[in-house]
């Protein structure tokens, strides 16, 4: 029997990785749904290709253009539009898999709604989980719904963990703490000063991973690598402390798990997302991704260094947030992607990022994150907190 999956953001990087891993395996994958927020012909095109049973456009408008050019295809495809749409396709009683791949906070419903629905999770929006941790893991375990990462550190580490590792206590015994890779991004080993004249351009010009604009922007500043720490204590179950950051420029390793008896486990292979979505798709078994395998002799030197905190404040702003608890983590959350959009429009330089986060950290209240009602009502003063300091700026 084939596995029915949902893609939300199918038209991004990840949207579209996942459909190329599909397309290798029409057997025993079927499209259910494909999302985009407002690319028409992208969407259309991914349609025709793998002829979903729906496509949901977020923008209304979008919806209807859509509807109007698969009217004039062969195709059965039933558009839907709206928020409500994306949870309806995440949590359809056909649906197996969902692979949550919208960016930023617009994905938290409908991945949360693939959660309560008892799914198979492939979660690479790591924006849902830093918002809601606690609220996300209990939906997982009250509906019996699978969580996988797709974010290639975590899915490194889930694969070098022991097995189990959550629920066995003599499994947790064994591991000493959590090596989590990052590659520093365009701007490794620059200056604050330099760093202040960066333009977006510069910024999402990622070293070793072609990804959407925002994780881009977020490799450049460390905050991707603040959320992912954040992420990991939440799907790995551990204090922020279990957690060390290594700079390895390469990202040939995307991550490791250090035991107590002194041996690293590491998983490797070249920086390409559709390595850790097959793993996702297929887990527990491992499929044909289309990544070619890793040539050790062109990649004969790995290096690591530790991260300057000095220069990149993200990361202990992200521990910051995940120690304070509750709502932090989504106000740091919101104020990253409003600063980022900005940064993105010219409107702010680089460093203003983490120096509005710092700041809707340190102006908004923090709450205890127990209902979805508290967690959105925080991202929005966030977005408020953060806009009011950029208009003024500006
Ligand atoms: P992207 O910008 O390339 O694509 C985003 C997708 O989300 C698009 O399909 C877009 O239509 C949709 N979208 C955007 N705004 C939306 C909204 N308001 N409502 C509904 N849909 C919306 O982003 P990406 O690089 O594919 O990243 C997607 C997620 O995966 C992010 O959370 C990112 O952190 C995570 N991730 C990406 C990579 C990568 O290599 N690209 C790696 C690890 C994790
Ligand atoms: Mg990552």
């Not at 940064?343 to 908004?364: H, K, M, S, W, Y």
């Amino acid at each position: 029997m084939s596995q029915m999956i949902t893609v939300l953001g199918a038209t991004g990087s990840i949207g579209k990785s996942t459909l190329d891993v599909l397309a290798r395996h029409t057997d025993d994958y079927q499209v259910f749904a494909l999302t985009a927020n407002t690319q028409v012909d992208a969407l259309l095109q991914q349609c025709i290709e793998h002829r979903p049973q729906y496509a949901v456009m977020v923008d209304e408008k979008c919806a209807v253009q859509l509807r109007a050019k698969i009217a004039l295809s062969d195709l059965t495809t039933e558009v839907l539009s709206g928020v409500d749409a994306l949870c309806q396709v995440s949590s359809a009683s056909e649906v197996d898999q969902v692979m949550a791949a919208i960016v930023g906070a617009a994905g938290l419903l409908p991945t949360l709604s693939a959660a309560r629905a008892g799914k198979r999770v492939l979660l690479a929006n790591k924006e849902a989980l830093v918002m809601s941790g606690q609220l996300f893991m209990e939906a997982i375990k009250d509906n019996n719904a699978l969580l996988l990462p797709i974010d290639s550190e975590h899915n490194a580490i889930f694969q070098s963990l022991p097995v189990n590792f959550k629920d066995d206590p003599i499994a947790r015994k064994q591991v000493r703490n959590i090596l989590l890779t990052a590659s520093g991004g365009p701007f490794r080993g620059w200056t604050h000063e330099q760093l202040q004249r960066v333009t977006p351009a510069q910024a999402v010009k990622h070293p070793n991973w072609s990804m959407g604009q925002k994780i881009s922007v977020d490799s450049a500043s460390l905050m991707n690598k603040g959320l992912e720490l954040i992420e990991a204590c939440w799907l790995f179950d551990v204090k922020a402390k279990q957690i060390e950051v290594l700079v390895h420029p390469e990202s040939i390793v995307h991550s490791m798990v250090q035991y107590v008896d002194g041996s690293v486990l590491a998983q490797m292979g070249n920086p390409d997302m559709r390595t850790p979505i097959a793993y996702g798709l297929a887990w527990p078994n491992r499929i044909e991704s289309g990544v070619a395998s890793l040539d050790f002799l062109t990649h004969s030197q790995l290096n690591f260094e530790p991260p300057n905190h000095d220069v990149f404040p993200a990361l202990n702003l992200s521990r910051q947030a995940f120690d304070a608890g509750g709502t932090a983590a989504a106000i740091l959350n919101a104020a990253n992607e409003v600063a980022v959009a900005a940064f993105l429009r010219e409107q702010i330089p680089f460093t203003a990022i983490t120096d509005l986060v710092d700041a809707a950290l340190n102006g908004c209240e923090f709450e205890t994150a127990d209902n979805i009602e508290v967690i959105l009502a925080a991202d929005s003063s966030a977005r408020r907190f953060v806009q009011e300091k950029i208009t003024a700026w500006t």
